[in-house]
Structures are given as C-alpha cells and as structure tokens.
C-alpha cells in the first residue's frame, strides 16, 4: 500500500514532482534548481515592485532592484521551508511565485512607510461613517460623537491603537506589526474584535456602522 507522500508525489505534474525532486536533492543538482528557483522569484519581485512603483517615487532607480533582491532572497527561503506543503493543487512554479509576490508586496509596504510617522491620533473619524453625503446634517454629527464616546469607552488601548491605525488611517498592518512589535496575526485579532465591541455598543444606541470596508491590500 503507498504512503501518503507516495500518494501525493504519484498526483503531482511532472514538472512540479521534477522541481521537488531537484530541490531536495543533493550537490550540483540541488544548486542549479535553488539559482532556477530564484531567478523566478526575482522575476516575480520586479513585476510586483513595478506594479507598485508608484508608492515608490521617492527611491532611486537601484533601491527597486535591491528590492527585488531582497524579496525573492525572503521568498526563497519561505519556500524551502514550506517546501513539504506542496500538494499539487497548482503548479509548483504558480505556487512558489505566489511567495516572491507577498513579499515584494510586504517591502515595499514597509518601505514606504519608513521614517514616516504612524498616525495614531483620531484624526479620520469620518471614514467610518460610511459614503460621503453633500449635506451633513445633525444625524451624522449624533454619529461620529458616538463613535468617538465608544471608541474610549468600549475597546481596550491596544484595540483603539490598532483601529485607529488601520480603520480610519489606512496602516498597513505589517508595518503597524513591525512599529509596535507584534504580529500580523495578533493585530487581526485586534482589530477584529475592536470591530465587534464597536459594532455592538453603536447598535445598543440605535446606530448602525459598517466597520468592514477598508481591507488589507
């Protein structure tokens, strides 16, 4: 009867079961398949720093591909970690770019955001309110007081740190990660549940707000 990673290792393209076998393999074999495997990667890190260029006017022309340097150095080595999760459920290439484009996508994040000041001050209340009426009348100045009230009064201080942050002042949350010393995970939970406290205590006053609408990019 076959093992489970026979198995999976019979479902696998043949391109990708190559790819494994080249990449576990030792000597010259494996260090061909490693300088393959980064030159996709960087392949890769160009193309998403290129896409994002923009948020990059400020560096020079050679901090873009240093850049990409670094994020297909990163992505190789997520990839040899994670190498036994390949199932085969895309190409193994498809697979692996998929790292190089989340890492390139962190850096330049976080490169943009360097030397720059995380607002963490209230200063963007009505991005919570929902779509831009011409008219503000007195409903939405009831609202945003509320808002502000519950914020203090029912989310703890990391909660109200990280919303502020994310919600109304558009941090990415890898670089609030990094600014405050903790991790993606944990500032999702943050958020998540300052969203729910939040949420509930508007609805108990009658108001209804959706928290939901800016998203990690």
């Known amino acids: 009867m076959p093992m489970p990673s026979e198995t999976a290792a019979q479902l696998l393209d043949e391109e990708s079961a190559l790819w494994l076998q080249q990449l576990r393999a030792d000597g010259a074999e494996r260090e061909r398949a490693l300088a393959e495997l980064h030159e996709l990667l960087l392949k890769a890190s ?5 896409r994002r260029r923009a948020s990059l006017s400020h560096l020079r022309p050679g901090d873009h591909d240093d850049l990409a340097q670094q994020s297909a150095d990163d992505a190789l080595l997520a990839v040899l970690a994670k190498l036994d999760q390949f199932r085969g459920e895309s190409r193994f290439t498809t697979w692996a770019y998929k790292f190089a484009l989340l890492e390139a996508g962190v850096k330049v994040r976080r490169r943009a955001w360097q030397g720059r000041e995380i607002p963490l001050e209230e200063e963007a209340w009505a991005e919570l309110s929902g779509p831009t009426r011409t008219e503000r009348g007195a409903e939405d100045a009831e609202l945003f007081a509320a808002i502000r009230e519950e914020v203090e009064r029912s989310l703890g201080p990391r909660q109200r740190e ?13 670089v609030l990660a990094e600014r405050l010393d903790s991790t993606r995970g944990a500032l999702y939970k943050n958020l998540h549940d300052a969203r729910r406290k939040l949420r509930a205590a508007l609805a108990a006053r009658g108001f209804e707000l959706d928290l939901d609408r800016k998203e990690e990019r």
């Not at 160009?46 to 290129?50: A, C, D, L, P």
């Open 162 to 174: 990280v919303l502020v942050a994310v919600a109304l002042n558009d941090v990415p949350i890898d």
């Open 46 to 50: 160009r193309f998403e720093i290129g």
